[in-house]
């Protein structure tokens, strides 16, 4: 086994090893990028949003052409901006000459318009869901979720994020002005050969799942942004098909958390690092009153091998070199004072969170995530591999729960090997275990993934409030996208 797949993990080799400001020859010596910022589409006012799935040319640095995919543009989507209780009607038509089909990751919507794999929109066709948004303000996203082809269209730039505001987060004063001092920040690893073009390989994948060497921001490696000097909200997306980062900053500041996958925390947590896995978002806060610099660092964790200093002790051995030996960070901030600034200090409350009693809780299930290697006379490799849940490998005429609407459940899940990030369908849950201790304060707001691990139960608390029925179910799945492709996926329904 790898160590990669290992999550107590110590920083091995020499900083420049951590790989995450790695730039390939091709781009060395260019003038840095600007942070690009996806174009913001309001859905909030009733009118639909047309997103055409198409192919495209984008530079991630100057000079250099790639093919990619996108959402009406070259990579990535625009952002999309809805509110609680309003209609989000979208229209996407594809433009491409294969098939695909595009999840809604964190709505809380029927599974009929979630976007799984039995919603394929084919070369040509058009597919208009209607979303009633009814959950509360987060940091959403869409991407591809084609049948065995989630990690390559992914990869290949079908991804955008989701803004859902609503009332409660419109009265705290956090920053809120979209690209100014509220930044979407898609954080992914690509690898590119050399004429610029992305590599990618599901059959080539190894077990930790497909894993780029160079970090791209919003599709851009190593951008600037200008920010005021006050506060700054980053609406962070590992949005990688499989990495897990780091995330931390090269001064080791403190930042705050606010808001997890599923929407706001119950307070601000104060943080000077954390791990984000695939599909995971973190609504952060930095202070740049002080009119500093500020370096995002997205290390990565398959970097730091087994000790008992663990992932803190490294850092710690890490910040303590000079800070030349430091990776290069994956964005800079710069101050520009020209820019108004939000200097109103973070509210001490943010949301509430209703956590069910125990009594609420009518049954439990578990999920045990496999990746054995069969018979074990093959020598490994991805293609080899089983990916299953409960044994079973995702079959589209199979479905694998029932689960009954509007009462809450305990999941306990584990792996039988290595970190993954278990991700549901159609609802946010409540984390009371991760990998077998008390979820910490960042971790005890909304979500939908989490991370299980081999050692020990995950254990998290959900309860659907929308139904999906056998011929579009709900999908749990790991989001490490080449085991979701190889069948580390399952479907249920709610009724
Ligand atoms: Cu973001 Cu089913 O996944
Ligand atoms: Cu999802
Ligand atoms: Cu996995």
């Known amino acids: 086994m790898s160590s990669a797949l290992s999550r107590r993990q110590f920083l091995a080799g020499s900083a420049a090893m951590l790989g995450a400001g790695y730039v390939p020859g091709i781009w060395s010596k260019t003038t840095p990028t600007r942070l690009p910022i996806p174009p913001v589409v309001d859905g909030s006012r009733g009118r639909p949003i047309d997103l055409r799935i198409r192919s495209g040319t984008w530079s991630f640095k100057r000079g250099v052409r790639t093919p990619t995919l996108g959402f009406s543009q070259d990579y990535l989507g625009p952002t999309i901006r809805t509110r609680q209780h309003s209609e989000l009607d979208l229209r996407y038509r594809n433009t491409l000459t294969e098939s695909v089909a595009v999840h809604g990751h964190g709505l809380h919507v029927p599974g009929e318009v979630d976007g799984g794999p039995q919603l394929t929109i084919e070369p040509g066709a058009d597919w208009q869901p209607g979303l009633s948004i009814v959950q509360p303000a987060a940091t959403c996203w869409y991407h591809s979720h084609t049948h065995g082809k989630t990690g390559e269209q992914t990869y290949r730039g079908l991804a955008g994020l989701i803004i859902i505001d609503d009332e409660v987060a419109d009265s705290l004063p956090l920053p809120r002005r979209y690209g100014v001092d509220d930044l979407p920040i898609v954080i992914q690893d690509r690898t590119f050969d050399e004429q610029g073009r992305l590599v990618y390989s599901l059959l080539d994948a190894d077990e930790d799942g497909w894993l780029g060497d160079t970090i791209v921001i919003n599709g851009a490696v190593a951008p600037v942004a200008n920010v005021p000097a006050g506060k700054v909200r980053l609406r962070l997306l590992n949005g990688a098909n499989a990495r897990f980062y780091i995330v931390t900053f090269a001064d080791n500041r403190t930042f705050h958390k606010i808001a997890s996958d599923g929407g706001l925390l119950e307070a601000p947590v104060p943080l000077t690092m954390m791990e984000m896995s695939p599909g995971e978002r973190c609504e952060i806060v930095i202070d740049m009153a002080d009119g500093k610099t500020a370096g995002l660092l997205t290390l990565f964790e398959d970097e730091f091998d087994d000790d008992e200093e663990g992932v803190l002790g490294s850092l710690s051995n890490l910040f303590g070199r000079s800070e ?9 901030l710069t101050v520009d004072n020209a820019l108004a600034a939000n200097t109103a200090p973070l509210p001490e409350r943010l949301a509430a ?4 009693q125990p009594q ?11 990746m054995d290697n069969g018979d074990g006379d093959d020598d490994g490799g991805h293609g080899a591999m089983d990916m299953t849940i409960n044994g079973a490998a995702m079959d589209m005429n199979v479905i694998n729960e029932r689960i009954e609407r509007g009462v809450w459940e305990r999941w306990r899940i584990r792996s039988d090997q290595g970190a993954h990030p278990f991700h549901v369908h159609g609802c946010s849950f409540l984390i009371e275990r991760m990998e077998g201790e008390t979820a910490l304060p960042d971790q005890r707001g909304w979500k939908d993934i989490v991370v299980v691990d081999d050692d020990d139960w995950s254990e998290i608390v959900v309860r659907f409030d929308h139904p999906a029925t056998e011929q579009y179910p709900y999908m749990y799945h790991c989001h490490i996208l080449e085991h979701e492709d190889r069948g580390m996926m399952g479907q249920f329904t709610v009724s």
């Open 324 to 332: 030349a030996a430091l990776p290069p960070p994956s964005l800079t």
């Open 353 to 356: 969170i209703v956590r069910p």
């Open 360 to 370: 609420e809780i009518v049954r439990t299930r578990d999920f045990m995530l496999g």
